[in-house]
């Protein structure tokens, strides 16, 4: 536990004290929100994505040092556990390298080499390295075993090699130098399927497409993984792309130079140039092809998690409409528009449906609906889903508004991501919530409750049906979950809950709190009333002092017996407030909120064994302003009259948009069309962007100037740099989301090859190069005037 605490310790640049408290803290039970917020002193203030990042590593390295028992266990019970092997096992850092060290002793199926070694082929390998003057073909017959299966020297010889095939392949030193090589130089190859040209015409970016595998980005990985799992293009490692078929691979050089071979051009020297030859192509290349693309893919899962999560943590922490009486529209064509009206507590007050679009096209009748039911229930704010329909639905409001506004002049109009919505209305927990009540008209109760506070309604929805993410059914579903659900938690609490409002899927997201324990919280409120203080919670089924401890801090009572249930303050520290309210011989509530008091406290002058100077500085600022939502302002985005469909836009409009997703090579922006927009990230800002996040969020409202179109793929290609020139070439570039391959072959001049005598190996002329920049524009140049010419 020392070890893996001082290695966490150092990948985080943390004291290894404070990781060791973090892990008896989660040993403990203890959840990470509750630690981040109320255990400052003892993880020296680590913060949420700290300890998300602590909690990863170390169940990875719990596990592999779990796995390293059991190798050394297997090794130890063959005979063939050393001092040095030991070493190296406890020294392996990582799962691979493990594996490596243990593959030699790894029970297998039986190899054509442990069968050439029970026939009693070895001692003829062991011979032919001690002595290469040997004379091979002689030597051979001495081992010759009819009853084996090996009845002549060529079969004899056949068994040897694949006994040091074998041996080189699974010679751990070796695979870490074959990995370093490939890291630097190993190229993947995409290549279109034969005969699926037109059927696979989604992936024709990627039908000739070469590319360092350690620098391919998550997205194009993941796309090209997808043709491949859809049958469209073939994807293999070229481990020595500057280097003809026929002169063999660096790799072999390296097998040579690991095992001192040097090899000249005498009989048995030639014979082991076959072997070093067949281990490269039949064991180590097949391999390696396995295992990289497997990290290829592992890493752009990692990074397609992390980018949806990042989207779904913006999303989440939106700011919110607030406590407003508010109409949520579904729209719907030949279906009809669904609406339902919330009051300012989220209760369904009304609902109907009503035919303003074709083939009804009952307008008038859909406004005076509307109307009456706006004046009905003093209606504040429309929240109007982004689905088919949408626009039309947006124009119809923006009349309801102009012919209200002399009664209602303050209702105004927002359109909603109506994402997952349809997953809501047809889920268990709205059947039980709206048990009578059409699956439509959920939908649009989903969106109006979303508009006013995104957080409260998005967890009842699971988190991957949000859709703010790309590739995320190509990625692991348990990872992603996992992911996911961390971050909802996370959000949950930093911005906490209302104890006497909240459902049970948002109270589920509280620390400490399982789905269990959260409908027990929302019976007892049914049976009993209210809360009205927080130590009531211990009178829940089940709710025992851990989760009483974890859980308290975060969820808020307003108006209750004690004014400190609303604030995030922790029942553990509420002595603690009254002793700072003693001292300045004030009551408790005219202490909090008093700003110019609490400014002049010395947070050192109340430092306990329990609480030190963190804790007691938070606790001073949330008695500043108890119950602060750390959301930001409420802001709605305005679309473009008569811009509604694709063929409406034109290149140079400027218009506004919502950001829907961010992606590590850009923006995607709803512009009110039916389909998003692409911000490159070079068009994000005039200045070098390397993370599009550190510039936008999800959620954000921006101005973007149209800067491509392309009908026919649905693309379009906007900027947030409006004073931005149209590229003919960048445009077309982006438009189509071409990857221009970032490795060109060179011509094949001095290369090296393995029949090389002694050890004067020939290294690789240089490595792959990136294509250069006017090559790239060459081509890019040369599509845009074929398509201008065109």
């Not at 889920?427 to 979303?450: C, H, K, Q, T, Y």
């Not at 001292?583 to 064994?609: C, R, Y």
Request: charged letters at 25%; a neutral charge.
């Amino acid at each position: 536990m020392h070890n893996i605490a001082q290695i966490i310790a150092q990948e985080l640049n943390v004291r290894e004290q404070q990781v060791t408290a973090t892990i008896a803290l989660l040993d403990d039970g203890a959840t990470v929100p509750f630690i981040a917020r109320y255990r400052k002193e003892a993880t020296g203030g680590l913060d949420d994505t700290q300890l998300r990042n602590l909690f990863s590593r170390l169940g990875y390295l719990r596990e592999l040092h779990d796995r390293r028992q059991v190798v050394l266990s297997s090794i130890d019970a063959q005979g063939k556990l050393t001092p040095a092997l030991t070493q190296a096992i406890n020294d392996a850092d990582s799962k691979t390298r493990l594996e490596d060290l243990y593959l030699p002793f790894k029970p297998k199926r039986r190899t054509k080499g442990q069968i050439a070694i029970e026939a009693g082929i070895e001692p003829l390998v062991d011979a032919v390295l001690a002595n290469r003057q040997l004379d091979i073909e002689s030597k051979a017959t001495e081992f010759i075993n009819p009853d084996a299966g090996f009845a002549d020297s060529k079969a004899v010889l056949d068994g040897a090699r694949f006994i040091l095939m074998e041996r080189f392949a699974e010679d751990a030193e070796l695979l870490r130098k074959v990995r370093q090589h490939l890291l630097q130089q190993a190229v993947l190859e995409s290549r279109m399927v034969k005969g699926k040209e037109k059927e696979g015409a989604k992936f024709r970016d990627y039908f000739e497409h070469n590319e360092l595998m350690s620098k391919i980005p998550s997205h194009r990985a993941l796309a090209m993984l997808r043709g491949r799992n859809e049958g469209m293009l073939s994807l293999s490692m070229n481990a020595d792309p500057d280097t003809q078929a026929t002169e063999g691979s660096y790799c072999e050089v390296i097998i040579s130079d690991h095992f001192k071979l040097e090899l000249t051009n005498s009989s048995v020297d030639e014979w082991l140039k076959t072997v070093v030859t067949s281990t490269w192509r039949i064991k180590v290349a097949l391999q390696m092809e396995t295992e990289f693309i497997a990290k290829m893919r592992e890493s752009a899962e990692e990074e397609a998690i992390r980018v949806f999560a990042r989207n779904l943590g913006d999303l989440l922490m939106a700011a919110p409409a607030g406590a407003k009486a508010t109409m949520g529209l579904d729209p719907g064509i030949r279906t009809g528009v669904k609406v339902a009206i919330v009051d300012n507590t989220g209760k369904l007050v009304a609902h109907t449906t009503i035919f303003p679009h074709a083939p009804q096209n009952l307008w008038d009748k859909s406004i005076r609906t509307l109307s009456n039911l706006v004046t009905m229930h003093k209606v504040e704010i429309i929240a109007i889903g982004n689905g088919t329909g949408s626009r039309e639905t947006d124009k119809l409001t923006g009349e309801l508004i102009a012919a209200v506004k002399e009664t209602h002049p303050t209702l105004t109009k927002v359109i909603v991501s109506e994402a997952g919505a349809s997953v809501y209305s047809a889920s268990e927990f709205a059947a039980n919530e709206f048990p009578n009540l059409d699956v439509s008209i959920r939908g649009a109760v989903s969106i109006a409750r979303r508009l006013q506070d995104p957080l409260a309604e998005l967890v009842k929805i699971e988190p991957k049906a949000i859709g703010v993410g790309q590739y995320q059914h190509d990625v692991s579903q348990s990872q992603l979950s996992q992911s996911l659900e961390a971050v909802v938690e996370d959000c949950v609490n930093a911005v906490g809950v209302d104890l006497n409002m909240a459902s049970a899927p948002l109270l589920a997201q509280v620390a400490g709190l399982t789905k269990t324990l959260a409908k027990n919280v929302v019976d007892f409120r049914d049976a009993n009333g209210q809360f009205t203080n927080r130590k009531q919670l211990l009178s829940v089924a089940r709710l025992g002092p851990k989760a009483y401890e974890q859980a308290a801090g975060f969820l808020r009572i307003r108006n209750g017996d004690n004014p400190l249930d609303s604030s995030s303050v922790h029942p553990e520290a509420y002595s603690l407030v009254e002793s700072i309210a003693g001292a300045k011989q004030l009551p408790l509530t005219e202490l909090i909120g008093n700003s110019d008091l609490l400014k002049q406290i010395n947070a050192a002058d109340f430092v306990t064994d329990a609480f030190g100077v963190p804790t007691i500085n938070d606790i001073l600022a949330e008695l500043d302003k108890p119950g602060r939502d750390p959301r930001g302002e409420f802001k709605t985005a305005t679309f473009k009259d008569g811009i509604e469909e694709l063929k409406h836009l034109k290149v140079e409009m400027i218009l506004e948009g919502v950001v829907t997703n961010v992606t590590n090579f850009g923006a995607f922006v709803d512009v009110g069309v039916h389909q998003d927009g692409l911000v490159h990230i070079s068009s994000l800002t005039d200045k070098f962007v390397s993370d599009p996040h550190t510039v936008v969020k999800a959620g954000d409202v921006v101005k973007v100037k149209v800067m491509e179109v392309d009908i026919e793929r649905r693309r379009i290609a906007l900027s947030m740099r409006l004073d931005e020139k149209i590229d003919t070439e960048k445009a077309i570039r982006q438009s189509q989301g071409k990857p221009q391959n970032s490795y060109q072959k060179k011509p094949a001049a001095g290369k090296f090859s393995v029949n090389t005598k002694s050890s004067g190996h020939n290294k690789p002329a240089s490595k792959p190069v990136k294509a250069p920049q006017n090559a790239a524009m060459g081509n890019a140049f040369a599509d845009a005037f074929a398509k201008i010419k065109k």
